[in-house]
């Protein structure tokens, strides 16, 4: 199918394009709302600025794609591949991006509050801006990821792995990082009040002049 027949079976209501292939196509600026694309091929496909509002991605190859300023606000991407995928200042709010490969994306200065993030891999992601507030990365690999400026104020780390992280600064009040790794990561200046570190595995980690007021510590640091 090509781009001409794909917007025209939209227009005239088709919604299910379930595993179709896309590869390359230009959809920018394109109003998708609601539509499934579950498991379609849609390799450095354009959407910048497209509206994927409570769209249907589930299992899609979208590595390479360019996403930038894209609305895909409750859209549901678990186990997509987002590999190198540009998301930068995409509106994520509610979205579901559980188990996606977010392997070195760009998310920076997204909109991203209460995403579900739970198991994805953000390995070498940029993150920078980011608002991660309230958002479940239990799970998540965020190893070698830019969390330059990003809010993670009662975002769920539980068993995330951060380790050999700079969170110098960062803004971790309220967090849940029960049981994630945070070996060699440097805490300083972190603001962790009321923050769960029970269990977590902070074995050379830089805690100084962290801010950990109210927070639940690892026994072996009490």
Not at 39 to 56: D, I, M, V
Not at 141 to 155: C, G, I, K, P, Q
Request: net charge negative.
């Amino acid at each position: 199918m090509d781009i001409v027949d794909f917007k025209q079976q939209y227009l005239q209501g088709r919604r299910d394009f379930r595993e179709i292939d896309l590869t390359g196509a230009n959809l920018n600026w394109t109003n998708l709302i609601g539509i499934d694309l579950s498991g379609a091929n849609l390799q450095n496909a354009r959407f910048s600025a497209a509206t994927l509002r409570q769209a249907k991605l589930v299992g899609a190859n979208l590595q390479g794609a360019n996403l930038r300023a894209a609305d895909l606000r409750n859209a549901n991407l678990t186990g997509a591949n987002l590999k190198s995928a540009n998301l930068g200042r995409a509106d994520l709010m509610d979205i579901t991006l559980e188990t996606a490969d977010l392997t070195h994306a760009d998310l920076t200065e997204t909109i991203s509050k209460q995403a579900k993030l739970r198991n994805a891999n953000l390995y070498g992601a940029n993150l920078g801006g980011l608002d991660l507030s309230h958002a479940d990365l239990a799970g998540a690999d965020l190893r070698s990821t830019n969390l330059m400026s990003v809010n993670l104020t009662e975002a769920n780390l539980q068993g995330a792995n951060l380790s050999q992280q700079d969170l110098t600064g960062a803004n971790l009040r309220g967090a849940n990082l029960r049981g994630a790794n945070l070996s060699e990561t440097r805490l300083s200046q972190a603001e962790l009040y009321g923050a769960d570190l029970s269990e977590a595995n902070l074995t050379h980690a830089c805690l100084e002049q962290a801010k950990l007021a109210g927070a639940r510590l690892p026994v072996c640091l009490l």
